[in-house]
Structures are given as C-alpha cells and as structure tokens.
C-alpha cells in the first residue's frame, strides 16, 4: 500500500476495495454462469480471509468455481484431492533427512499456498481431514514440534459431496466451525446451463481466465475489510441472534464465538463490496445464511420433525430486534 494510499479516507478505501471486488466478480462470472448470488459471496468469503465450504451433488460446478476464484488471483495455489489413502503427512508436509547435510529437513505439504482448493474433502479419512485443523484456525502447521507458517493471505476453499454419497465421511463439527462460510450452487437454470454446455463444448476452462488481483491486492482488501466500522449496537444485536441459538430446545449445539467473529468479519467484507466503511443489521441478515447453519446441530428428534437449521435461524432472526440507530460513522 503506498503512501497516498494509506493516507486515504475511509470512504476513500472502500471505493477503491468496491471497484477492485466487481472486476473480481465478473472475472469469474464470465465463466460460472447463472450464479452470481453464490459467486460474490464466495468472493466476500475470500476477502475476510476465511475459509469456504461448497456443497453440493457432484457435477455442478464447486470444484470449477474453486478453481475460477483461483486462478483469478495472482498467488499460488495448491490442490489437494482427497481420498481415503491421504495421509496427514501429504497435506501438512514432513521431516525428511537429508544425508548430505546430516539433519532433517522439513518438505512443504500441499497448504503451503495462498489458495489450497480441497476437492472432496469428506472422500479423505477422519485422521487425514484433522491434519487442516491447525492451519485453518491458526495459519501455521507444526511438525516434530516445531511450526511453520503458511503464506499469507490464506484461504481454504474445499468441495463435498453430501454425506448420503457412497464413500465420504462426515466432517467433525470442529473442522466444519473453521469454515467461515458453506455455500450450495445448485442446478443452473435453462439459459445458464446452455452456456456452460456451449462454454466446455467450444474448449473454454477456468485455465483461459486472467488473473485481476495480486496477492497484495488481496492482503489489501483483508486489511481494509477488517477496518470496516462495527457499531456497539450492531455488534450487540450480532451477539443476540448468536447467543439465542444456544438455548433453541431444538439444538444440541448452538453458534459458537467463532461463529459469531465470522459472520461479523464477513458482513464488514461485504459492507466494504458496497463501498461502505460501516456495516448495518442487514448486512448481518445477508451473510448469516451462510455463516451460521453448518454450525448449529440439530438434535434427532428435531430433524425427524422435518426442521432444519436454515429455519431455526430465520426464525432467530425475525424474532431479534434490529437496532434502530444509525450505524455510520
């Protein structure tokens, strides 16, 4: 960031973070069609530096998304896919001895990236999803005692099939915590599907998009999404609809802090997308679809009766009052 730039007001910053985010955008929407809803909010996930999880049957388009988001950054990326013989070791790295300088040395696994793209990873065993505990929470993985950090900006972006799919495991609800946000495409429609047909059919892949971003772009876009303004009454209502999930009847398991430091950091991302250098109730009412369901468990009897966690929280969220002050600074 130069010094005309970081001298910038506010305002100023987010302008320029807005412009930045819809060439972004559309850079990837020329090649993901019909879903632009799911596209940008991948792409706030990505500028609040959190991890994404897209879910989905196979076949429409998670791991074409991951990759388009990819390769529309200029960093290094790093793909894993995930079967049941990964070990731990092939993802974290490993201490190799090296006989001409008689000590061992540590080989980078494949997180050593600014964008590491899981493909299925419910297809890898429980032992082997464990080993991105450590660097999704902390940026850093530690082998033989000692830690290594991963470049940064660091994001995650992984794919799954839905747990009835033969061959997956599920994710614990640890590792699913650490995912900012969980995202479905879903079928394209009509015209969108004959697109991508026409689009794959004519030889066109996710390797033909430009890269529009740098690395330093993105770290950023990350600082200046973390500046965005948070009003104490914004805030306070966040921490209400958070809290009133952890003593729903219908839940084991309500939203954790974590949960709640996501949605707030991810609504400041979006905010900024707007231009805006402060966030607004509706800015949390729009990204916690996608922040807070995977987090919030079910108890059996509940989902026997058909209710899901989507329906909890609307019902939190049309139950909490939004505050009623002005949030701009």
Avoid at 14 to 34: C, H, K, M, P, Y
Avoid at 47 to 58: M, Q
Avoid at 127 to 141: D, F, G, H, Y
Wanted: hydrophobic share 45%; with cysteine.
């Amino acid at each position: 960031m130069d010094n005309d730039f970081a001298d910038a007001s506010a305002q100023g910053r987010t302008a320029w973070f807005a412009e930045q985010f819809d060439a972004l955008a559309a850079n990837v929407e020329s090649f993901i069609r019909g879903k632009p809803d799911v596209v940008r909010m991948a792409l706030v996930c990505m500028l609040a530096e959190g991890h994404l999880l897209l879910e989905d049957v196979p076949g429409t388009g998670k791991t074409s998304l991951a990759k388009a988001i990819s390769q529309s950054i200029d960093g290094s990326m790093r793909r894993i896919q995930f079967t049941p013989d990964l070990l731990p070791s092939d993802v974290t790295g490993v201490q190799v001895y090296d006989a001409g300088k008689r000590e061992f040395v540590f080989h980078p696994g494949a997180v050593f990236a600014n964008i590491v793209l899981g493909d299925e990873i419910n297809r890898a065993s429980p032992k082997t999803q464990s080993a991105l505990l450590e660097v999704m929470a902390e940026r850093q993985v530690t082998v033989d005692s000692i830690p290594y950090l991963v470049p940064r900006p660091f994001v995650v972006i992984a794919t799954q099939n839905p747990v009835e799919q033969g061959g997956t495991y599920d994710l614990p609800e640890a590792e699913l915590d650490r995912f900012m946000m969980r995202a479905t495409l879903g079928y394209p429609d009509h015209d969108a599907e004959v697109e991508v047909v026409s689009q794959v059919t004519a030889g066109q892949s996710t390797d033909d998009l430009p890269a529009v971003l740098s690395t330093a772009d993105l770290e950023q876009m990350n600082q200046i999404a973390s500046q965005v303004h948070l009003a104490p009454a914004v805030l306070g209502y966040l921490v209400t609809v958070t809290a009133a999930t952890r003593t729903m009847p219908e839940l084991r398991l309500g939203v954790s802090p974590r949960g709640t430091i996501a949605t707030a950091k991810a609504a400041q991302a979006l905010a900024a997308t707007q231009g805006r250098s402060f966030v607004t109730a509706d800015d949390l009412k729009v990204v916690a679809p996608y922040v807070l369901p995977h987090r919030m468990v079910l108890r059996p009897e509940a989902e026997l009766q058909g209710r899901t966690a989507a329906d909890l929280l609307d019902q939190v969220l049309t139950s909490v009052p939004v505050p009623q002050q002005r949030a701009e600074v």
